[in-house]
């Protein structure tokens, strides 16, 4: 049975919700920028955005928009701080049902999963199957369908007030991947298809969950119908692990019909299978069944980046503690794999 939002309309915009969901928004960012000048006049701000909420008046405000180069070029879209206060809001409620029916190997954006847990499955797979199959969908954020991820979500939910500030959030990031996005056809098509609303932000917390709505039959699909049961998901990245080679090239086919449905293509020239000894790229390392190491572009982007907070550092642009907090995070991340001579020769010049 399909498990639905119990929640209606009017939990999103309570007040007990609103203030929780400014308390996530603002984690980590209070004290600068949009965060402070909401917090500063906060019952205000509350108070304006629930009585927009309740007489369905809200709109969502314009993104801010700038690129990050790394591993390549990606658009990251930010909305204002109160539209993420709404979209906290609104998945502190409908999230709860969609999280019961996720699969146990699906890592991102998830309470408990994460990157690291998703190395350890990988590795794991990896020592007790000959062969994988490495993944990943091409232009993903751009390719999702509007009409697709809105029949999806509103299976599960069925408050019509709730359907309408999902349909107004997702209608908001019509258009800002539109140069992100090459032009796919799939069966049936006619020429009007290029005009089909499709795009997330990337960015957005309701982006991160809803592409995890939208894979979510996706991957029931190679648990059940294919009988994969080694399967594990990171966003668009995925791996399925097995000890024939001719049973990983067959579920190749199988996946590629299946995402057509979903109007999604795989980028098939990196969807191959290989021996499990071989090692795979995954999430920004290299996994071998005995060790893990970083990609060699991470080391350079991470030394790169260091070298530019400590040149803002010493001529005092920048405070030690978010230096550290840089640090920190980093070795935090990279102590995954064996990266010990790694880490000694990026830090060893460090001098605060």
């Known amino acids: ?193 290029v005009n089909r609303p499709r795009g997330l932000p990337i960015g957005n917390l309701t982006s991160q969950f809803w592409a995890n709505c939208c894979l979510n039959e996706f991957d029931h699909f190679v648990n059940r119908e294919l009988g994969c049961r080694a399967y594990l998901r990171y966003v668009d990245d995925f791996l399925l692990f097995a000890d024939s080679k001719t049973r990983l090239w067959k579920w190749r086919e199988a996946i590629i019909a299946r995402l057509a449905r979903l109007r999604l293509t795989l980028h098939l020239e990196k969807a191959q299978v290989r021996p499990a000894g071989e090692g795979v790229r995954f999430l920004g390392f290299v996994v071998y069944p005995t060790h893990r190491l970083l990609l060699r572009r991470k080391g350079i982007h991470y030394r790169r980046r260091l070298h530019r907070l400590l040149q803002a550092y010493r001529w005092r642009q920048t405070g030690r503690d978010r230096l550290e907090a840089s640090i920190r995070g980093w070795i935090n991340h990279v102590r995954y794999a064996d990266t010990w001579g790694l880490r000694r020769s990026v830090l060893k010049g460090v001098r605060l």
């Open 1 to 193: 049975m399909i498990s639905r939002v119990r929640g209606c309309y009017s939990d999103v915009f309570r007040w007990e919700n609103l203030y929780a969901a400014f308390l996530k928004a603002a984690r980590g960012k209070r004290g600068r920028g949009p965060a402070a000048e909401f917090e500063f006049r906060l019952e205000d701000n509350l108070v304006k955005l629930q009585e927009e909420l309740a007489s369905e008046s809200y709109h969502p405000g314009a993104y801010v928009h700038f690129s990050i180069h790394e591993p390549k070029e990606r658009l990251i879209s930010a909305a204002p701080f109160r539209d993420r206060v709404v979209h906290h809001a609104l998945c502190q409620v409908i999230e709860p049902a969609f999280e019961a029916s996720f699969i146990r190997h699906s890592y991102a954006n998830r309470v408990g999963k994460g990157t690291h847990r998703a190395l350890d499955a990988c590795q794991s797979w990896m020592r007790s199957h000959r062969f994988l199959l490495s993944c990943d969908i091409r232009q993903f954020f751009p390719s999702i369908d509007h009409q697709i991820l809105l029949q999806i979500l509103f299976r599960r939910v069925p408050d019509s007030g709730i359907q309408r500030l999902i349909r107004r959030i997702v209608q908001s990031g019509i258009g800002v991947l539109k140069e992100a996005y090459d032009m796919a056809y799939f069966p049936g098509d006619d020429l009007f298809a």
